[in-house]
């Protein structure tokens, strides 16, 4: 396979990612597509470990599943504190930044 | 001995650091006693250094480095100290008179409630100005020119509360750093020229010719460290902060206006000698700086009624003479006079402080008046110092002024007048006092000639050894007539360089001397006569110009303060307020405004933060790898 | 066609086509499981790459632990399709075209990436012997500082998370 075929598939992956982020208003949807992207970007990250021979890559994949994991425990919590306050998920209640 | 010169300001300014910590736990007297023992030790060091320069096996300056001071690139400069004929005279002159005045401060502000502050003050003068002094280059005796000029500020603005007298604190800090101001200028010039600041290798390489130079840069270096030397020893135009300085406790008046500080630029000069001897423009400038100063400043004193300037005016006066000295070369001769007037001067004031002391702080000679009967020790002792100013034969100001305007004569007669007339005037106002202050009647009031009072021993001692000191500090260096041997010029002769004074034919100098005597007595005897019935109704004409100092402060204020102060506040109103001010404030006025219309396109919605991110990522992909590359 | 690009091919196609079922999907728990399957076929990339050691670790950490954390809270908060909030139609549409344009732009410039052939090289790296000996040599440090991590995380949504 060619390494240009994992490049676009992780593209593709990734920009639905984007496109989800953009498109959708549940925080936890929004939530979702960021993982999406991770995973596009540690796809590539194989294929490059693979394309030059080199284990580093794939620990690096590993630890991005590491901070992944981290990163959704915290902002989970934030979401569900988020839900406690306003009844809602919808990041268009959440405007406070204007102030 | 030589190696352990570092003693010499060590001592002091470990007495400057014990007191200045610890002032506010120490006891007063623990204070004095700090810090006359540190001068004393100095002066010990001092008297031992001075008999091992002075014995026949000492071989030239001996300069000992302590650490280096700075290095960069090519230029080295060493912390290092010399010794020589001329600084172990200084030193001595330094630290004895020193010693002195610190005994005597020791009761004189005895009532003091910042004594201690005081003594740390006086210790630290003393090592400044022996660094001034030590010092083996122009640095060095910069780092002592700064700080004494720093301890006469913080010595004459000593009694801080009194508004006036921090006003002439801060007339002498800023006369002094305009002086200052051409010495660094000339420091520099040697430094660009010559690359070294040493003494010896400066002088080393000034008579050579592989540094090509015109005499002009010679007498530009010269006259830019005479303009230094006019801000330290108060000479035209820069004189008018020494009478001021008297707001000072009278001990610090003593020492620094008179016997020590104001003499830095007669030992700058002196040690220049090689560089001023090469600088015929320069020379001219100084002697002819040094007539006016004298001549201007002994008219001033002739109708002052402060005791204290009076004093201070003919301290200038002195000064002018010593300049005279060196303008005609004399170098030599200079430093005679500024030893013998470090005495007689250090003796006159200390007397006046004692006269102040006795008085309950009054300073005006119209209030006094017989005092001779009461304060015996002062009459005598002041009365000395005043015969020895006025050059009475047998008194040491007799040789050494006699030397200096002998040696006036040789280069130019017109000189020779001039100071003449000076040391006329010298005799008149000095016994003008004399005779306000002693005799006569009392003019002060009741409670005070009540108080009148012998000064304790702490005050007298000091007066009656420099009283000694003044009779006969003349005699190390006896006119050519009298003697042969002339041992101040002897022992100076390695470290000055000094011009062959012309000699003068016996019968000349013998005409000038009896002219001088003459004129003197004569003088003394017209102040006998005028002050016999004191009448001390307004002056009027040339007399109230005197008074009144003939307006130099009016005329430094109107031409220099006042142009200044005027466009100083046309500068605040435009370019300050409005240029500057408005700019900043402008930019200020500028960002609320636009970020008051920029804020407008914040939603606040998290969805559209990430819109306009996505949209610059495009951007910037687009920048990155279609048009860059 | 070997069986390996029919592999490819086929999951490939179930990654893209779950993707967008996570973003189109108006059911939160329909995206979860859109989002899982997404990660199936991920996993299934890594296999096909040899890199067995990830694609296990994918599938545990990510579609086993990470998605069942978000399935519980999406439980919790009792979403569904109803509860949806919607954007207009005009903000989706500018969301998929500004996207599209971002695929566009980054194909547009990596179209001329020289060829590379995945099957050179040496495939034993991504075996967990290899992987652990790199991890546990090169990597050790901040291995080591990862459980930091994950020990102030869990102690962030402890805090985060409890009530006033």
């Not at chain 2, 470990?14 to 810090?35: S, T």
């Not at chain 2, 100095?42 to 300069?63: N, T």
């Not at chain 2, 000069?269 to 320069?282: N, Q, V």
């Not at chain 2, 030893?339 to 102040?356: E, R």
């Amino acid at each position: 396979m060619p390494i240009q075929y994992y490049l676009f598939l992780s593209m593709a992956l990734f920009c639905i990612g984007i496109m989800g982020t953009l498109m959708r208003r549940n925080a936890i949807i929004i939530f979702m597509c960021i993982e999406l992207m991770l995973n596009a970007v540690n796809l590539l990250m194989v294929a490059f470990s693979k394309m030059y021979g080199d284990a580093q890559a794939q620990v690096f994949v590993f630890f991005i599943m590491v901070v992944a994991a981290a990163e959704v425990s915290v902002g989970l919590a934030i979401i569900v504190m988020m839900y406690r306050k306003v009844h809602s998920v919808d990041i268009n209640i959440l405007n406070r930044l204007k102030h | 001995m030589t190696q352990l010169v570092y003693l010499i300001p060590l001592f002091p300014l470990l007495g400057f650091l014990v007191n200045g910590i610890f002032w506010k736990k120490m006891p007063k007297n623990m204070g004095g006693i700090i810090g006359s023992v540190a001068v004393l030790a100095s002066f010990v060091v001092s008297l031992c250094i001075f008999f091992e320069v002075k014995s026949d096996s000492f071989q030239g300056p001996v300069v000992v480095n302590l650490f280096e001071f700075i290095n960069s690139g090519k230029l080295v400069i060493p912390f290092s100290f010399q010794v020589d004929a001329l600084s172990s005279l200084f030193l001595l002159i330094i630290t004895g008179v020193g010693f002195l005045i610190h005994v005597y401060s020791t009761s004189y502000m005895h009532d003091d409630a910042g004594m201690v502050k005081y003594f740390a003050y006086l210790n630290l003068f003393v090592f400044s100005m022996l660094l001034l002094v030590l010092g083996s280059n122009y640095l060095i005796m910069f780092i002592g020119w700064e700080g004494v000029g720093l301890c006469s500020y913080l010595l004459i603005g000593f009694w801080y509360k009194n508004r006036d007298y921090t006003n002439a604190a801060k007339k002498a800090f800023v006369m002094n750093r305009i002086g200052d101001l051409g010495f660094l200028v000339g420091m520099l010039l040697i430094l660009l020229n010559y690359g070294t600041l040493s003494y010896q290798e400066f002088f080393g390489q000034l008579g050579s010719s592989h540094v090509a130079v015109s005499n002009n840069l010679y007498n530009w270096i010269a006259i830019c460290l005479f303009i230094g030397a006019t801000g330290k020893s108060a000479q035209i135009p820069l004189f008018t902060w020494l009478p001021d300085a008297m707001a000072g406790p009278t001990p610090v008046s003593a020492l620094i206006h008179a016997a020590t500080m104001v003499t830095a630029g007669i030992y700058m000069i002196a040690r220049s000698g090689a560089l001023y001897s090469l600088a015929p423009m320069a020379l001219n400038i100084v002697a002819i700086v040094g007539t006016a100063t004298a001549l201007i400043s002994a008219s001033i004193a002739i109708k002052q009624y402060d005791i204290k300037r009076v004093l201070a005016y003919s301290t200038v006066s002195q000064l002018g003479f010593m300049f005279i000295a060196l303008g005609v070369g004399a170098y030599t001769t200079a430093v005679f006079h500024v030893m013998t007037h470090a005495f007689f001067k250090a003796l006159l004031f200390l007397g006046s402080g004692s006269v102040i002391h006795a008085m309950g702080g009054e300073q005006d000679i119209r209030k006094m008046g017989g005092l001779g009967k009461k304060m015996r020790v002062t009459q005598i002792t002041f009365l000395i110092g005043c015969l020895a100013i006025s050059g009475i034969p047998g008194l040491s100001g007799f040789f050494s002024k006699d030397e200096i305007l002998a040696a006036a004569y040789a280069h130019n007669p017109m000189l020779y007048y001039c100071g003449l007339a000076g040391a006329m005037m010298t005799a008149f106002y000095m016994f003008r006092l004399y005779f306000l202050t002693f005799h006569g009647k009392f003019r002060g009031t009741e409670e005070q000639h009540h108080h009148l009072h012998e000064s304790p021993a702490a005050i007298t001692i000091p007066l009656m050894v420099l009283a000694i000191l003044s009779i006969v500090g003349g005699y190390v260096g006896l006119p050519a007539v009298l003697s042969e041997h002339h041992s101040l010029m002897a022992f100076l002769k390695p470290a000055v360089t000094n011009f062959d004074p012309r000699e003068l034919e016996h019968g000349t100098e013998w005409m000038l001397m009896g002219l001088s005597t003459g004129v003197a007595v004569i003088m003394i005897i017209f102040a006998f006569v005028r002050t016999k019935t004191p009448n001390f109704s307004p002056n009027t004409g040339l007399a109230k110009v005197l008074e009144n100092k003939w307006y130099v402060d009016e005329l430094y204020d109107a031409i220099i303060v006042r142009p200044i102060a005027a466009l100083s506040k046309l500068l605040d109103r435009f370019m300050e307020r409005s240029g500057i001010d408005g700019f900043v404030n402008g930019v200020g006025k500028g960002v609320r405004w636009s970020s008051d219309r920029v804020r407008l396109m914040q939603s606040g919605q998290v969805g559209s933060y990430i819109f306009v991110m996505v949209i610059g990522m495009v951007l910037l992909f687009i920048l990155g790898f279609f048009w860059v590359s | 066609m070997g069986l390996y690009e029919i592999l490819f091919w086929f999951l490939t196609v179930m990654a893209l086509g779950c993707a967008l079922g996570v973003i189109l999907s108006r059911n939160p728990i329909s995206s979860v499981l859109f989002l899982i399957a997404t990660f199936f076929a991920i996993s299934g990339h890594y296999i096909l790459m040899n890199a067995q050691f990830l694609a296990i670790v994918n599938i545990i950490v990510y579609a086993g632990a990470i998605m069942v954390l978000f399935l519980f809270v999406i439980m919790l908060m009792n979403l569904n399709a109803d509860t949806e909030p919607q954007k207009n139609r005009l903000i989706q549409l500018a969301g998929v075209i500004s996207g599209g344009i971002l695929f566009l732009v980054i194909l547009g410039a990596l179209r001329n990436v020289p060829v590379a052939s995945l099957e050179r090289t040496n495939t034993g790296i991504g075996l967990i012997k290899n992987l652990g000996k790199v991890l546990f040599t090169q990597f050790v440090l901040p291995f080591e500082i990862s459980s930091v991590l994950f020990l102030s995380a869990m102690i962030g949504a402890i805090v985060i998370g409890r009530k006033e």
